[in-house]
């Protein structure tokens, strides 16, 4: 009897024991299907949105790439037919003359911030300027839109960016002009957040094939835009680019020819041609040290074929220019491009135009510091455009000698650090007589 007892008491403390485990890996199991439950669908949820946003953003890429293509082919190119730029490295300008009355969307830097973009193009349909059901797609006649480089790198969202961008080119490719700026080069975008961007979205292997895909397709954005509007026999224009002016090169064929929209290849950089044009002999002296120092170590000479070293150092995509009217030095402290005093900037102007064309300013960016500095204060107490030299006034008139720098997108880290919050972007208002030009400054 005793021994049954045991016998029973064993058996029911080995029941237990079993019935603990099998307790503990039934817990451990529903456990295992909950955080399953969690992670597995946002997994693949997260690498089903990769895979539609990497095909999705190289079929736009490759509509892009076409558009161009097809715009070159079909206008004209003044010093290289259009199957030699092709997509090897290339410096190329563009000149568009617009009706008078016409209107241009001018947008500074974006550095990644697609919620800006957004805004900016909410704002256009809400205006009638794009279809109410189609953000991308250009209605009001005579509306151009003209975006002045950095699309990438700094912010967050540089591939949402760029695929809006392509849309818009893809649907409007006359009227969408995306201009180069310095970031749009693969030795800059691979170090300041594109690239990373990139392998994080899509993996290091796939981020690194869509980014030469991509970092190809920046040689079909034009260096600077030439804008004009006809006044009886002679036109005026304004320059668009990134950074500023380039003295090395000649702009003044691009502009002679009859054809209301044109490309000009550039070959090369002859420093030469603007020494006659140059009103200073400090300034000449000052010019031929920065020459010397910056381009002639590379080429041993002052008119050199371009190769894809000298893409790197554009004056359209590197220079900056002084707040005040003079500057003692004209090397930029970036190491490339030029810092331009009011005279220097002048005599260059001289130098691009000639009778019957007239090149009156600049609309540029790429001047932006995350401290706040004079022009980040200027920039700041303006609305978000800086005004530099040209005749009295101020905005909404033009001054003829102008430069007008725009900030950049607020959600970036220049925005968080100096700190400022609002976005801008100006509508420029073309007319016959340059007198009557007017940029109306959009802060939202």
């Keep these: 009897m005793i021994q049954e007892l045991k016998l029973l008491r064993n058996n029911d403390i080995k029941g237990k024991k079993m019935l603990i485990k099998r307790n503990q890996f039934v817990l451990i199991f529903i456990f295992a299907l909950f955080v399953g439950s969690l992670l597995l669908p946002n997994l693949s949820l997260k690498r089903t949105r990769e895979n539609i946003s990497k095909n999705v953003f190289l079929k736009a890429s490759e509509k892009f790439k ?13 010093n290289k037919p259009f199957d030699e730029v092709g997509l090897r490295p290339s410096i190329f300008l563009q000149k568009l003359v617009v009706s008078p009355g016409s209107i241009i969307f001018v947008r500074g830097d974006l550095h990644g911030d697609f919620v800006s973009l957004e805004k900016n193009l909410k704002y256009l349909q809400r205006e009638g300027f794009l279809d109410k059901n189609d953000k991308y797609k250009i209605i009001k006649p005579g509306f151009y839109m003209a975006f002045l480089g950095d699309y990438i790198d700094r912010g967050e969202s540089s591939v949402e960016v760029l695929h809006t961008l392509f849309q818009l080119k893809i649907s409007n490719p006359e009227q969408v002009i995306l201009i180069r700026g310095n970031h749009e080069d693969k030795n800059i975008c691979c170090r300041y957040g594109f690239y990373d961007e990139l392998c994080k979205k899509y993996g290091y292997q796939n981020g690194s094939s869509v980014f030469n895909q991509i970092c190809d397709l920046f040689y079909l954005l034009p260096s600077a835009l030439f804008l004009g509007v006809r006044d009886g026999y002679e036109v005026n224009y304004m320059i668009f680019c990134h950074g500023g002016v380039d003295p090395a090169i000649d702009p003044k064929p691009l502009l002679a020819n009859e054809s209301s929209q044109s490309f000009l290849l550039v070959n090369h950089l002859n420093f030469d ?9 400090g300034t000449r002296e000052a010019f031929n040290r920065v020459i010397k120092k910056r381009f002639l170590r590379k080429s041993g000479l002052a008119n050199f074929k371009i190769n894809e070293d000298h893409l790197y150092d554009c004056s359209f995509f590197w220079s900056d220019f002084a707040v005040g009217d003079e500057t003692d030095s004209i090397l930029s402290g970036r190491g490339r491009g030029f810092l331009y005093g009011k005279k220097f900037f002048n005599d260059v102007l001289r130098f691009y135009s000639q009778k019957g064309h007239f090149v009156r300013g600049v609309f540029r960016a790429h001047q932006h510091y995350p401290w706040p500095n004079k022009i980040m204060r200027l920039l700041k107490e303006n609305n978000g455009v800086c005004k530099l030299w040209g005749d009295q006034g101020c905005l909404p008139s033009l001054s003829s000698g102008a430069v007008y720098t725009f900030l950049v997108a ?3 880290p220049y925005g968080q650090s100096v700190p400022f919050s609002f976005d801008t972007f100006g509508l420029l208002h073309t007319s016959a007589d340059f007198n009557n030009w007017k940029m109306d400054i959009i802060n939202l």
């Excluded at 076409?66 to 003044?78: A, K, T, V």
């Excluded at 041609?273 to 200073?280: G, M, N, T």
Aim: hydrophobic share 45%.
């Design 410 to 412: 607020p959600n970036t």
């Design 66 to 78: 076409f558009s161009c293509l097809q715009q070159f082919q079909n206008n004209l190119w003044i």
């Design 273 to 281: 041609l603007i020494l006659p044009h140059l009103s200073e002999v």
